[in-house]
Structures are given as C-alpha cells and as structure tokens.
C-alpha cells in the first residue's frame, strides 16, 4: 500500500509558476514509478508527466513540454511537478500517482495509488 499526500496548488495569474509536491509513504519510494494526471471540469483525467524509479526517465505530455519539469528526490520520497509559463487551460485538479510498473502508472490505471488531489486554477 502506497499513501500519497499532494500539495503546492493554489491560484496564481497566467504567466506564473507553481510547484507541486507529492510525498509517499508505505512503499519504498524508489521502488514506484511516479506521475501527475490532471482533470479540468467536463474532462477526462489525463497524463501530464511521468518518471522513472531511478529518475532516468521522464515523460512529459505535448500540451506541458518545455513548461513543466517533473523531478524526484529518492531521500524526501518525494516527486515535484514544477509548472512555469502556466496557461489558464492548465486550471485542472492535479493527481499523484504511483505504481510499481511503469505502462500501468501511465495508462492511468485504477489499480496505481492515488493522491486526493490539488486544485491548480489559472486566472487570464
């Protein structure tokens, strides 16, 4: 079992940044591939970024490319998603997620463990 405990949401204008973080607990972090999804309202949930276990790889969605970096730190067992230049069709609940196996963390499986969500709303 995976505890997954995000924060770092808030309100911020078009053109800021936030950091999100996620800290787990119950598994060793290094173990568990991470991920943010997020849902906008009247949306399906979708995949913005991924990482490796070690690190090594990441995944980053077409729409964040090059605005978002998502980074782990194995010691804090704790993954960040840091999102520059944010648009207001960023505006969305963000979600943690982990898995042990990386296809089933991006697919977005309901068998990954999930965090309770952080609103991220972006005023034009």
């Known amino acids: 079992q995976v505890h997954l405990v995000e924060s770092g949401g808030g309100l911020v204008q078009a053109g800021g940044s936030l950091r999100l973080s996620c800290t787990a607990s119950?598994?060793?972090?290094?173990?568990?591939?991470m991920g943010w999804f997020r849902q906008a309202p009247g949306k399906e949930r979708e995949l913005v970024a991924a990482i490796s276990r070690g690190g090594v790889s990441t995944y980053a969605a077409d729409s964040v490319k090059g605005r978002f970096t998502i980074s782990r730190d194995n010691a804090k067992n704790t993954v960040y998603l840091q999102m520059n230049s944010l648009k207001p069709e960023d505006t969305a609940v963000y979600y943690c997620?982990?898995?042990?196996?990386?296809?089933?963390?991006?697919?977005?499986?309901?068998?990954?463990?999930w965090g309770q969500g952080t609103q991220v709303t972006v005023s034009s």
């Open positions: 997620a982990a898995s042990t196996a990386w296809g089933t963390l991006t697919a977005g499986s309901d068998n990954n463990y």
């Open positions: 119950g598994r060793t972090f290094s173990s568990i591939a």
